[in-house]
């Protein structure tokens, strides 16, 4: 839902989850404080679904995880707001973004990158406000 799939591949196919699983299940070396973290926040998101909707949160509407996410993220907008769940929100949206501009799919197939080229003239910005 981060990065949904629209004219372009989202986060699912960037099996983004195998990427988040990867590096939860890894951080049991360097930073088991991760998993419990992560263990918490998907609790906590159940818990939240389950109130908001009375379903968990894969079986909930669409309409109804939107709404628990947005709110969720609410203090990223607007510094006043505070959310239990914004914590969480914040490293999975760091995460889902992290995993999929580093997959072919995000790298490559969406953002179009070419590798190292060399490039004899560099062009400037083009932006008209950046033209003296």
Known sequence: MIIPTD?????REAQVVNYIDF??????????SLQKEWMEGLEFLERESQRQSGKKF??????????????????ERDAKLHHDGFAFFSTLKDMTVEGFYTSKIGLIDVLDYQGMNYMPDFPGCTHPEHQQ
């Open 7 to 11: 004219e372009s591949p989202g986060a």
């Open 58 to 75: 894969r079986e909930a509407s669409e309409a109804n995880r939107v709404k628990l996410l947005t709110e969720m993220s609410g203090p």
């Open 23 to 32: 590096v939860v299940f890894s951080a049991a070396e360097f930073r088991p």
